[in-house]
């Protein structure tokens, strides 16, 4: 069974540096791009960019570009999301999920529980 | 904002039928697919490539597609499908992905 299983709920000041996880099982991490979605309260999902774990190339969606970093370890089948100063706008909640399809189509068959970020001073 | 434009709320009578629509540009070119969201849970894919369901969503729920406009069909509402529904597909410029501004549907 494919799992992704987010790190907890994070409680942060403006201006602080963050980074939250995400672990898969049950395939192959490598075969399959990992991508972050925001959903802001009351909101819809935004994408925010995507990583290919095997060779750790990673896009930004541009409205996302220089906000925050993507990344993964893959000894630990792990991706994460990083933000080096949070904004009180940064308060979400982030979800990563799996990409599957090929050709013109793909689409997100795998989600995280979400990872819920509050910023407040 | 969005690229993808679909209509904020319908409500259905239990057991009748609902469609529930995604309009944009970039559905001329890329297939749409769907998630349902209920409150303080993730998003479940419910359709993909216009039309296929994964395993486990009933066969109630299908899917269609004609020029720039994709379609999402409850054929028999139950009240477990009220939620949220977005669709999802590339974005105009096809290099990233983009979610739809979602519909709220309600089981009456």
């Known amino acids: 069974e494919v799992q992704l299983v987010q790190s907890g709920a994070e409680l942060k000041k403006p201006g602080e540096s963050l980074r939250i996880s995400c672990t898969a099982s049950g395939y192959n991490f490598d075969s399959h791009w990992i991508a972050w979605v925001r959903q802001m309260s009351g909101k819809g999902p935004e994408y925010m960019g995507i990583v290919y774990p095997s060779d750790t190339y990673a896009r930004y969606s541009p409205s996302f570009q220089g906000q925050v970093t993507i990344s993964v370890d893959k000894s630990t089948s792990t991706a994460y999301l990083q933000w080096s100063s949070l904004k009180a706008s940064d308060s979400a909640v982030y979800y990563c999920v799996r990409r599957t399809g090929s050709g013109w189509n793909f689409y997100f068959d795998s989600w995280g529980q979400g990872t819920p970020v509050t910023v407040s001073s | 904002s969005s690229e993808l434009t679909q209509d904020p709320a319908v409500s259905v009578p239990l057991e009748q039928t609902v469609t529930i629509t995604c309009q944009g540009d970039s559905l001329s070119t890329y297939s749409a697919n769907w998630y349902q969201q209920k409150p303080g849970q993730a998003p479940v894919l419910v359709l993909y490539?216009?039309?296929k369901r994964p395993s486990g969503i009933p066969g109630r729920f299908s899917g269609s597609s004609s020029g720039n406009t994709a379609s999402l069909t409850i054929t028999g509402a139950q009240a477990e499908d009220e939620a949220d529904y977005y669709c999802q597909s590339r974005d105009n410029s096809g290099g990233h992905y983009v979610f739809g501004t979602g519909t709220e549907v309600t089981v009456l």
């Open positions: 490539d216009k039309d």
